[in-house]
T-cell receptor, first 113, second 116 residues
Framework: SQQGEEDPQALSIQEGENATMNCSYK?????LQWYRQNSGRGLVHLILIRSNEREKHSGRLRVTLDTSKKSSSLLITASRAADTASYFCATDGEIQGAQKLVFGQGTRLTINP | DTGVSQDPRHKITKRGQNVTFRCDPI?????LYWYRQTLGQGPEFLTYFQNEAQLEKSRLLSDRFSAERPKGSFSTLEIQRTEQGDSAMYLC??????????????FGPGTRLTVT
């Protein structure tokens, strides 16, 4: 079963605008990760944020984590056509275990040129 | 290219046939995971290995599914007596492991299975 939900399910913006995607989850986590998936391809890891971190940056990506609200957001600034993809959050609730990831349903992001 | 390879990339089979998929992880990664993804959904965990030991299997993994990782290197996922509901993308991922920190998982391109 899916751990959480991404919101919105689909997002369409103009190139150059910022894109914000949200993820909510249900149980306690050890860390939360964001992945990107181009149509019909495998997943590419974007960023990992640990449960004791509140914000993390990587290039044009900014991730926040609010464990009290069990939610995370991914911000992509200055979007480009190549950012068109599905974005998934994945939670890892294991402390010293399998690190099996539990994914949400994803946000389909379309960047219009 | 993440360094994780899967073969074949596409497989079309008739209901009732057996299929086998292969995953080659990044060489220094001792953990290997299998996930299944259906259209419009996120991946769902199936099973994982640490070295050659299969340590956990999801309830999604019926007795028609079997996975191996001989010698702790590549892994195979076999589905016996395939059913139309098995049609999905099968993803393999690998990672390092540590008791002190979590590592990101690197995913392969997936094997898309279509059961007719």
């Amino acid at each position: 079963s899916q751990q959480g939900e991404e919101d919105p399910q689909a997002l369409s913006i103009q190139e150059g605008e910022n894109a914000t995607m949200n993820c909510s989850y249900k149980t306690s986590i050890n860390n939360l990760q964001w992945y990107r998936q181009n149509s019909g391809r495998g997943l590419v890891h974007l960023i990992l944020i640990r449960s004791n971190e509140r914000e993390k940056h990587s290039g044009r990506l900014r991730v926040t984590l609010d464990t009290s609200k069990k939610s995370s957001s991914l911000l992509i600034t200055a979007s480009r056509a190549a950012d068109t993809a599905s974005y998934f959050c994945a939670t890892d609730g294991e402390i010293q275990g399998a690190q099996k990831l539990v994914f949400g349903q994803g946000t389909r992001l379309t960047i219009n040129p | 290219d993440t360094g994780v390879s899967q073969d074949p990339r596409h497989k079309i089979t008739k209901r009732g046939q057996n299929v086998t998929f292969r995953c080659d992880p990044i060489s220094e990664h001792n953990r290997l995971y299998w996930y299944r993804q259906t259209l419009g959904q996120g991946p769902e965990f199936l099973t994982y290995f640490q070295n050659e030991a299969q340590l956990e299997k999801s309830r999604l993994l019926s007795d028609r599914f079997s996975a191996e990782r001989p010698k702790g290197s590549f892994s195979t996922l076999e589905i016996q007596r395939t059913e139309q509901g098995d049609s999905a993308m099968y993803l393999c991922a690998s990672s390092k492991t540590s008791a002190l920190r979590a590592y990101e998982q690197y995913f392969g391109p997936g094997t898309r299975l279509t059961v007719t």
